[in-house]
């Protein structure tokens, strides 16, 4: 077994993977050749030691993978499109992550909270934040969400696209992890559900967010007077826990990882790589070849050498 941690993303048309000291991204243009960005990373939490603490390096390596992912999905774009415009720029690509997590936290915050204090109206006898069965609806409702909005993409043409460079990604990191030649003959045999994937990561924070809501908010005294305002500030307390929330949920999934699935952590982590079967398909030799060749490029590069943008 490699003991050097490697992470990846699909974007559109290729495969980004971040090793510890690089962070490629690999794209295959409409031509056939595969073009390969090559920059150095250094984390956070080599230059802050504090953000490195356990439950605090979730939410920092979210953070950190949400924009090196808008980047490599900007590159992969143009580069997909053979285009030779700029990339995004910071305020572009700030005003984007800012929007894409306000419409995940009005999606999987606000929507359940508000559908679930509906439910509770029409329940006999009525229940309300304070009741078990609010959050056990609320929890219900957002893995509802979660489930219709995978299924829902994951039928589309372009969608299915960047699933398939998703599996190409986790064979090519088994492969790795399996300390087996770096080819495309090695890769294919490998699953492509990945304990460590984005996805189980969601599930994790989804569940975990419904164990301390229905454990914590029982508890609270009432915020506001008024109904609406009390409402209003119980959804904002739960936007504010998000952060811990993602804390604990990283530590879940990093124990699972170096556990590989055994025991316990395999059976919390079996829903998580079954919702893979929705966000990876099985990827052709281009796809898993164009995975490879970002993974070596990370793995290959030393830690002194520039960023670089090469063409195989």
């Not at 290729?14 to 150095?40: E, T």
């Not at 950190?64 to 030779?84: D, H, I, N, P, R």
């Not at 826990?241 to 604990?248: D, F, N, Q």
Request: proline letters at 5%; one cysteine or more.
């Amino acid at each position: 077994m490699n003991p050097t941690t490697v992470g990846g993303q699909a974007v559109i048309e290729g495969v980004m993977m971040k090793a510890p000291r690089r962070l490629c991204v690999a794209v295959r243009r409409p031509s056939g050749s595969i073009v390969v960005k090559n920059d150095p990373f250094t984390p956070l939490s080599e230059r802050w030691p504090v953000l490195g603490w356990p439950m605090v390096r979730g939410p920092v390596v979210l953070g950190e993978t949400l924009v090196q992912g808008m980047k490599a999905l900007s590159f992969s774009a143009q580069q997909a499109l053979e285009e030779e415009d700029q990339e995004l720029g910071s305020w572009a690509m700030g005003l984007t992550l800012l929007v894409a997590i306000a419409a995940g936290l009005g999606l999987f915050v606000v929507v359940p909270h508000l559908a679930a204090l509906g439910l509770g109206k029409l329940w006999p006898g009525g229940f309300g934040t304070e009741s078990l069965w609010f959050h056990l609806f609320d929890g219900l409702i957002k893995v509802a969400l979660f489930v219709s909005y995978l299924w829902i993409i994951s039928v589309m043409k372009e969608i299915r696209r960047v699933f398939e460079y998703h599996g190409a990604e986790h064979k090519s990191i088994y492969c790795f992890e399996a300390g087996a030649e770096l080819n495309v003959e090695s890769a294919r045999q490998y699953s492509r559900l990945h304990p460590r994937c984005g996805t189980a990561f969601l599930l994790v924070v989804l569940v975990v967010s419904i164990l301390i809501f229905a454990i914590a908010f029982p508890l609270l005294p009432r915020l506001a007077e008024a109904a609406w305002l009390n409402q209003v500030l119980l959804i904002g307390l739960k936007i504010l826990l998000m952060l811990p929330i993602a804390g604990i949920s990283y530590e879940v999934i990093r124990k699972a990882g170096k556990m590989k699935g055994r025991g316990f952590w395999g059976v919390l982590l079996w829903p998580g790589l079954q919702m893979q079967r929705l966000t990876t398909r099985e990827p052709d030799d281009q796809q898993i070849e164009t995975a490879l060749a970002a993974l070596k490029a990370a793995l290959d590069t030393g830690e002194a050498e520039p960023a670089s943008i090469r063409v195989l």
